[in-house]
C-alpha cells in the first residue's frame, strides 16, 4: 500500500481517471515541483551580429533573415547564435485543484502535438496560416529552429547563397510593383526598368523617404510634410518619388547608380513627350541639388538639367502666380509652386558663380523676394524662416558680379564700392545670425558669398595705379582680406557633424570646392607684389589643417566591396592630397622652373609631384626645363573655369 498514492497519482497525470483505493485516506495537500516545459531561457536571440555589436535594437524587416539596419546599411545579416543558460531554479507552489487542472490541460496539448507530429493527418494541413501571415518574428523562430527534411537535397544542388543586400521582386508589396510598372509604361519603347529596382519594397521606399526629410534643410526648396507616406506620393508624385530615392540612396553606390540612369531615361522621355509639371519639376530639383553623389561626366550636364527646369517653370507661369488676398487661404500647389521657382533662382545664381562669363538665366526681380516673404510668413515648414536670407544672399552676389563686371577700375572707385558691399554683407550677416545657428547651409552661403566678393576685388586691375599712392597698399590689403574670407569658410565648414556631409547640396559642395581654389590660385598664381609671400603667410599650412579636418570628419564607405567606384568623400581626399602637395613650396621657390608641382631633393634632382601624369615628350626645350603640369595636362590648372566641376565629377 505504501505505493499506491504516487502510481495513482502518475495515472491521473496521464490522463487516465483516478480509481480511488478502499479505506484509503483523503490525500492531504502538499507543494510539488511545478512542471513547465522549459529549455532554458535565452538571451536577446533573434538580435544580430551587427546589432549586438553596436547595442542597439534589431527590428526585423519585412524580408526574412534581414533586420532594418542591415537592410538599410546594405550588408548581410548575420544571424547570432545563442549561448544556452541553464534555467534557474523555481521555488515550489502549493498544488491547487485549479493548478492541477492547469498542468493537465498542458500535458494533453503537449501530448495532442506530438501525436500530430508521428502522424500528421492532411485534413489538418489546410488549417495551418500562409507563411505570409505569420509575423516576422515568429518567422525567425520558424527558420532558427530545424526540421528534418523530406527528402535530402540532391547531390548537384548549388550550396545556400547569402541574404541578398536587396530583396527579391517577388518580397516586394503590390502598391510598390505597380508603381515601377506605371514608370516603366513611360518607357515601353526604351525596354524594361532595371530588376534592382523592383526589388525594392515599401518600407525600403518609406526609410528613404524620412531620411530625406533631414536632407530637406539643407534644400528647402521641394520639402514634404510630415503625413505624406510613401504611397501618396506614388500615387500624386512619381516623380518626385523617384527623385527622392535616388537622392536618398547615397550609402548605396549600386542602387544609386540604377535609380539615377533610370530616372534619366524617364525624364528624357517626358520631356520629349511635352510633358510639363510640378511634379516633373519637383524630381529635377531634387535630382539636380544633390547631383554631386552619382555624377557622370558622360551623362547630361547640370546646367542642361537646370535649362529644362527653367523652361518648365515659365511654361507654367511659376513667375506669374496671383498674390494671396488677404484672409484668403493660399493654395498648397501654390505654395509648393513658389518654391519651385525660389530653388530654380538659387541653383542659377551659385551656379553661375563658377562662370562669370555665363549669362545667367534666372535674375533677381521683386517678385522672388514676394514669393520668399509670403512663405516665411505662412511658415508651412520650419526651413520656410530661411528663403527670405537666402534669396538676399543671391541678390548680394548677383550685386557683387554687375559691380564689378569690369576688370580694370579706378582705385577709389573700386574702395568704395567694396566698402560698400562688405557694409552690407555684415548687416545682413548680422539680421540672420540666429537662423545661421540652426541651418549650416545659410552659414555656409554667407561665407561663399563673401569669398566671391574679395575674390572678385583682388583680381581687379586699378587703372590709376601709378598715380595713386594708396593703390599697392590697398591691392595687398584686398588680398589679405580674401585669405581671411576663405579662412572663416573653411572655419565653418568644419564645423558640422560627420553625418551632415552627407545632406550637403551641390550648391554647397561647389562652395567649398570654390573656396579651396581660391586659395591654391593665391598661393600658385597671384602676382608678385611688395610685402606678399605665400609662404610667409603660411596658406600651404591653412590648406592642410582644414583639409585634415574635413577628410577626418567626412564619412567613408560603409563597405568598400559595394563601392567599387570612389565617391565624393573619397574623390575630395584625392585631389584634394594632390592640391595639398602643390602648395607645399611658395611660388618660385623650392622649383627650379617656378612650377610649384615639382620639388628639388636633397641630391638636386627635380621630382614631379603628379607622379600619374603621362611621361613628357621632347619639345626642343633647353637646359632641360619642365614645364608647368597644366601645360602637359590642362585640367590640373586650378585657375581653369572648369577646374571646380572636373573636380566635382572626378575627372581629375
Same mark, same amino acid.
Given at each position: 500500500?505504501?505505493?499506491?498514492?504516487?502510481?495513482?497519482?502518475?495515472?491521473?497525470? #496521464?490522463?487516465? %481517471?483516478?480509481? *480511488?483505493? !478502499?479505506?484509503? +485516506? &483523503?490525500? @492531504?495537500?502538499? =507543494? $510539488?515541483?511545478?512542471?513547465?516545459?522549459?529549455?532554458?531561457?535565452?538571451?536577446?536571440?533573434?538580435?544580430?551580429?551587427?546589432?549586438?555589436?553596436?547595442?542597439?535594437?534589431?527590428?526585423?524587416?519585412?524580408?526574412?533573415?534581414?533586420?532594418?539596419?542591415?537592410?538599410?546599411?546594405?550588408?548581410?545579416?548575420?544571424?547570432?547564435?545563442?549561448?544556452?543558460?541553464?534555467?534557474?531554479?523555481?521555488?515550489?507552489?502549493?498544488?491547487?485543484?485549479?493548478?492541477?487542472?492547469?498542468?493537465?490541460?498542458?500535458?494533453?496539448?503537449?501530448?495532442?502535438?506530438?501525436?500530430?507530429?508521428?502522424?500528421?493527418?492532411?485534413?489538418?494541413?489546410?488549417?495551418?496560416p500562409p507563411v505570409t501571415t505569420?509575423?516576422?518574428?515568429?518567422?525567425?523562430?520558424?527558420?532558427?529552429?530545424? #526540421?528534418?527534411? %523530406?527528402?535530402? *537535397?540532391? !547531390?548537384?544542388? +548549388? &550550396?545556400? @547563397?547569402?541574404? =541578398? $543586400?536587396?530583396?527579391?521582386?517577388?518580397?516586394?508589396?503590390?502598391?510598390?510593383?505597380?508603381?515601377?510598372?506605371?514608370?516603366?509604361?513611360?518607357?515601353?519603347?526604351?525596354?524594361?526598368?532595371?530588376?534592382?529596382?523592383?526589388?525594392?519594397?515599401?518600407?525600403?521606399?518609406?526609410?528613404?523617404?524620412?531620411?530625406?526629410?533631414?536632407?530637406?534643410?539643407?534644400?528647402?526648396?521641394?520639402?514634404?510634410?510630415?503625413?505624406?507616406?510613401?504611397?501618396?506620393?506614388?500615387?500624386?508624385?512619381?516623380?518626385?518619388?523617384?527623385?527622392?530615392?535616388?537622392?536618398?540612396?547615397?550609402?548605396?553606390?549600386?542602387?544609386?547608380?540604377?535609380?539615377?540612369?533610370?530616372?534619366?531615361?524617364?525624364?528624357?522621355v517626358k520631356i520629349m513627350n511635352?510633358?510639363?509639371?510640378?511634379?516633373?519639376?519637383?524630381?529635377?530639383?531634387?535630382?539636380?541639388?544633390?547631383?554631386?553623389?552619382?555624377?557622370? =561626366?558622360?551623362?547630361?550636364?547640370?546646367?542642361?538639367?537646370?535649362?529644362?527646369?527653367?523652361?518648365?517653370?515659365?511654361?507654367?507661369?511659376?513667375?506669374?502666380?496671383?498674390?494671396?488676398?488677404?484672409?484668403?487661404?493660399?493654395?498648397?500647389?501654390?505654395?509648393?509652386?513658389?518654391?519651385?521657382?525660389?530653388?530654380?533662382?538659387?541653383?542659377?545664381?551659385?551656379?553661375?558663380?563658377?562662370?562669370?562669363?555665363?549669362?545667367?538665366?534666372?535674375?533677381?526681380?521683386?517678385?522672388?523676394?514676394?514669393?520668399?516673404?509670403?512663405?516665411?510668413?505662412?511658415?508651412?515648414?520650419?526651413?520656410?524662416?530661411?528663403?527670405?536670407?537666402?534669396?538676399?544672399?543671391?541678390?548680394?552676389?548677383?550685386?557683387?558680379?554687375?559691380?564689378?563686371?569690369?576688370?580694370?577700375?579706378?582705385?577709389?572707385?573700386?574702395?568704395?564700392?567694396?566698402?560698400?558691399?562688405?557694409?552690407?554683407?555684415?548687416?545682413?550677416?548680422?539680421?540672420?545670425?540666429?537662423?545661421?545657428?540652426?541651418?549650416?547651409?545659410?552659414?555656409?552661403?554667407?561665407?561663399?558669398?563673401?569669398?566671391?566678393?574679395?575674390?572678385?576685388?583682388?583680381?581687379?586691375?586699378?587703372?590709376?595705379?601709378?598715380?595713386?599712392?594708396?593703390?599697392?597698399?590697398?591691392?595687398?590689403s584686398l588680398r589679405i582680406s580674401?585669405?581671411?574670407?576663405?579662412?572663416?569658410?573653411?572655419?565653418?565648414?568644419?564645423?558640422?557633424?560627420?553625418?551632415?556631409?552627407?545632406?550637403?547640396?551641390?550648391?554647397?559642395?561647389?562652395?567649398?570646392?570654390?573656396?579651396?581654389?581660391?586659395?591654391?590660385?593665391?598661393?600658385?598664381?597671384?602676382?608678385?607684389?611688395?610685402?606678399?609671400?605665400?609662404?610667409?603667410?603660411?596658406?600651404?599650412?591653412?590648406?592642410?589643417?582644414?583639409?585634415?579636418?574635413?577628410?577626418?570628419?567626412?564619412?567613408?564607405?560603409?563597405?568598400?566591396?559595394?563601392?567599387?567606384?570612389?565617391?565624393?568623400?573619397?574623390?575630395?581626399?584625392?585631389?584634394?592630397?594632390?592640391?595639398?602637395?602643390?602648395?607645399?613650396?611658395?611660388?618660385?621657390?623650392?622649383?627650379?622652373?617656378?612650377?610649384?608641382?615639382?620639388?628639388?631633393?636633397?641630391?638636386?634632382?627635380?621630382?614631379?609631384?603628379?607622379?600619374?601624369?603621362?611621361?613628357?615628350?621632347?619639345?626642343?626645350?633647353?637646359?632641360?626645363?619642365?614645364?608647368?603640369?597644366?601645360?602637359?595636362?590642362?585640367?590640373?590648372?586650378?585657375?581653369?573655369?572648369?577646374?571646380?566641376?572636373?573636380?566635382?565629377?572626378?575627372?581629375?
Amino acid at each position: 500500500m505504501p505505493r499506491t498514492a504516487p502510481l495513482a497519482l502518475m495515472i491521473g497525470l #496521464t490522463g487516465l %481517471p483516478h480509481q *480511488p483505493v !478502499a479505506n484509503e +485516506p &483523503p490525500p @492531504s495537500p502538499r =507543494p $510539488i515541483i511545478a512542471m513547465e516545459v522549459r529549455e532554458g531561457r535565452i538571451g536577446n536571440a533573434f538580435a544580430c551580429e551587427r546589432c549586438r555589436k553596436h547595442k542597439v535594437r534589431c527590428v526585423p524587416s519585412d524580408t526574412t533573415g534581414i533586420c532594418q539596419r542591415c537592410q538599410k546599411a546594405r550588408v548581410e545579416c548575420i544571424e547570432h547564435v545563442a549561448r544556452r543558460r541553464p534555467a534557474k531554479p523555481r521555488g515550489t507552489v502549493a498544488q491547487t485543484p485549479a493548478r492541477a487542472a492547469d498542468v493537465e490541460s498542458k500535458l494533453d496539448m503537449l501530448s495532442a502535438i506530438v501525436t500530430s507530429t508521428s502522424a500528421p493527418s492532411p485534413a489538418l494541413q489546410p488549417t495551418l496560416p500562409p507563411v505570409t501571415t505569420l509575423p516576422s518574428q515568429m518567422l525567425e523562430k520558424i527558420q532558427r529552429t530545424p #526540421t528534418p527534411a %523530406p527528402l535530402p *537535397p540532391p !547531390a548537384s544542388a +548549388p &550550396p545556400a @547563397s547569402k541574404t =541578398p $543586400i536587396l530583396p527579391n521582386p517577388g518580397s516586394a508589396p503590390e502598391s510598390a510593383l505597380s508603381f515601377w510598372e506605371s514608370i516603366n509604361d513611360t518607357i515601353s519603347g526604351m525596354g524594361r526598368l532595371d530588376p534592382v529596382l523592383r526589388s525594392i519594397s515599401v518600407v525600403h521606399m518609406q526609410l528613404l523617404l524620412d531620411t530625406y526629410r533631414a536632407m530637406a534643410d539643407f534644400f528647402p526648396f521641394v520639402a514634404l510634410p510630415n503625413d505624406a507616406f510613401c504611397r501618396d506620393l506614388m500615387q500624386q508624385r512619381p516623380m518626385l518619388m523617384f527623385a527622392v530615392l535616388t537622392v536618398a540612396s547615397y550609402d548605396s553606390a549600386l542602387l544609386q547608380l540604377t535609380l539615377s540612369r533610370e530616372l534619366r531615361k524617364v525624364v528624357m522621355v517626358k520631356i520629349m513627350n511635352g510633358e510639363k509639371s510640378l511634379d516633373l519639376l519637383q524630381g529635377l530639383l531634387v535630382f539636380i541639388a544633390w547631383h554631386h553623389h552619382y555624377m557622370d =561626366p558622360q551623362a547630361v550636364s547640370i546646367h542642361m538639367l537646370l535649362q529644362m527646369c527653367l523652361g518648365i517653370a515659365g511654361d507654367l507661369g511659376l513667375d506669374r502666380i496671383p498674390p494671396t488676398h488677404a484672409f484668403a487661404k493660399e493654395d498648397v500647389r501654390d505654395r509648393e509652386a513658389k518654391r519651385a521657382y525660389l530653388g530654380c533662382y538659387y541653383l542659377s545664381t551659385n551656379m553661375g558663380v563658377l562662370e562669370p562669363g555665363r549669362t545667367r538665366n534666372l535674375a533677381y526681380s521683386s517678385t522672388l523676394r514676394a514669393y520668399a516673404s509670403d512663405l516665411a510668413s505662412t511658415w508651412e515648414y520650419k526651413s520656410d524662416s530661411l528663403l527670405p536670407i537666402l534669396v538676399d544672399t543671391c541678390q548680394f552676389i548677383e550685386d557683387v558680379e554687375e559691380t564689378f563686371r569690369s576688370t580694370s577700375e579706378q582705385a577709389l572707385v573700386a574702395r568704395s564700392q567694396v566698402k560698400r558691399l562688405s557694409d552690407r554683407w555684415e548687416s545682413m550677416r548680422s539680421s540672420s545670425k540666429q537662423l545661421g545657428n540652426d541651418f549650416k547651409t545659410l552659414q555656409w552661403l554667407q561665407m561663399a558669398a563673401k569669398v566671391h566678393l574679395y575674390r572678385i576685388a583682388t583680381s581687379l586691375e586699378f587703372a590709376d595705379r601709378d598715380s595713386t599712392p594708396w593703390a599697392s597698399g590697398y591691392q595687398l590689403s584686398l588680398r589679405i582680406s580674401s585669405v581671411r574670407a576663405v579662412e572663416q569658410f573653411l572655419e565653418c565648414s568644419t564645423q558640422m557633424n560627420p553625418s551632415q556631409y552627407e545632406f550637403l547640396s551641390i550648391v554647397d559642395w561647389l562652395n567649398l570646392i570654390f573656396t579651396l581654389t581660391t586659395l591654391g590660385k593665391l598661393a600658385l598664381h597671384s602676382s608678385p607684389m611688395p610685402g606678399w609671400d605665400p609662404v610667409d603667410l603660411q596658406l600651404s599650412k591653412t590648406l592642410d589643417h582644414y583639409r585634415d579636418q574635413l577628410c577626418a570628419q567626412m564619412p567613408r564607405p560603409l563597405d568598400v566591396q559595394d563601392r567599387k567606384a570612389e565617391d565624393v568623400f573619397e574623390r575630395f581626399r584625392r585631389i584634394t592630397a594632390i592640391m595639398k602637395g602643390a602648395m607645399r613650396s611658395g611660388h618660385g621657390r623650392g622649383s627650379p622652373n617656378g612650377s610649384t608641382f615639382e620639388i628639388t631633393t636633397s641630391s638636386r634632382q627635380t621630382v614631379s609631384l603628379l607622379q600619374d601624369l603621362p611621361p613628357l615628350k621632347s619639345n626642343g626645350m633647353t637646359n632641360g626645363d619642365l614645364p608647368a603640369p597644366w601645360k602637359v595636362n590642362p585640367q590640373f590648372d586650378v585657375s581653369s573655369i572648369e577646374f571646380p566641376w572636373k573636380f566635382l565629377m572626378g575627372s581629375l
